[in-house]
Nanobody, 121 residues
Framework: QVQLVESGGGLVRAGGSLRLSCVAS????????MGWYRQAPGNQRELVAD???????NYADSVKGRFAISRDNAKNTVYLQMNSLEPEDTAVYYC???????????????WGQGTQVTVSS
């Protein structure tokens, strides 16, 4: 089992910043990509950003230039620095980690509890 514990969500005004943190614990050996997803009411969950164990990063177009993902492998922690926040960024943000399934090419997804980010106008 892998547990993901998030912190850093909250309420901010448009243009403000938040820094989300996610710490992985448990059976963390062989964890690969970690990242952040978000889901707003009535919408599907979407990828915000992710980062591989080797440091390769992928961002959603909507957050490029505003958000920054980083990873501290020694602390088993992934961060999401969120700057220039907009009301459209309001959503529940979920930490995600992927782990290989046996020796196959499949991956198992682990999820955090979710943290609410609300951006007011």
């Amino acid at each position: 089992q892998v547990q993901l514990v998030e912190s850093g969500g909250g309420l901010v005004r448009a243009g403000g910043s938040l820094r989300l943190s996610c710490v992985a614990s448990g059976s963390i050996f062989s964890l690969n990509t970690m990242g952040w997803y978000r889901q707003a009411p009535g919408n599907q969950r979407e990828l915000v950003a992710d980062i591989t164990g080797g440091g390769s990063i992928n961002y959603a177009d909507s957050v490029k230039g505003r958000f920054a993902i980083s990873r501290d492998n020694a602390k088993n922690t992934v961060y999401l620095q969120m700057n220039s926040l907009e009301p459209e960024d309001t959503a529940v943000y979920y930490c995600n980690a992927k782990k290989p399934v046996g020796s196959s090419s499949l991956r198992y997804n682990y999820w955090g509890q979710g943290t609410q980010v609300t951006v007011s106008s």
